[in-house]
């Protein structure tokens, strides 16, 4: 049975960090793309992060340089660091795992997390 468990969400001022974490059983991550989706208030759910089974990754440019994807295979974990985090960054993380190891934004994502909220806010 496959389970997808996030966390790490909450409430976080202009200019920090969150760290989220996904945590996987069911399946061996190894050959899996792992997603990291958001969905803000009113718009259409948007991934901003993947790491591939080839070992690359990919960044939406609105968080290039500020977010880092990372996963330990051996754990089936992943996790997304966050910094200097802005209003705009406001919205449900979704984290999401491919079968298709190279998968890009557009292509399936076999299973999904709960979501965890992000709130950047003063």
């Known amino acids: 049975q496959v389970q997808v468990v996030e966390s790490g969400g909450g409430l976080v001022q202009p200019g920090g960090s969150l760290r989220l974490s996904c945590a996987a059983s069911?399946?061996?991550?190894?050959?899996?793309?792992i997603g990291w989706f958001r969905q803000a208030p009113g718009k259409e759910r948007e991934g901003i992060a993947i790491s591939k089974s080839d070992g690359t990754t990919y960044y939406k440019d609105s968080v290039k340089g500020r977010f880092t994807i990372s996963r330990v295979n051996a754990n089936n974990t992943g996790s997304l660091q966050m910094n200097s985090l802005k209003s705009e960054d406001t919205a449900v993380y979704y984290c999401a795992f491919s079968s298709l190891g190279v998968a890009n934004v557009d292509d399936y994502w076999d299973y999904w997390g709960q979501g965890t909220q992000v709130t950047v806010s003063s």
């Open positions: 069911g399946f061996r991550l190894d050959y899996y793309a």
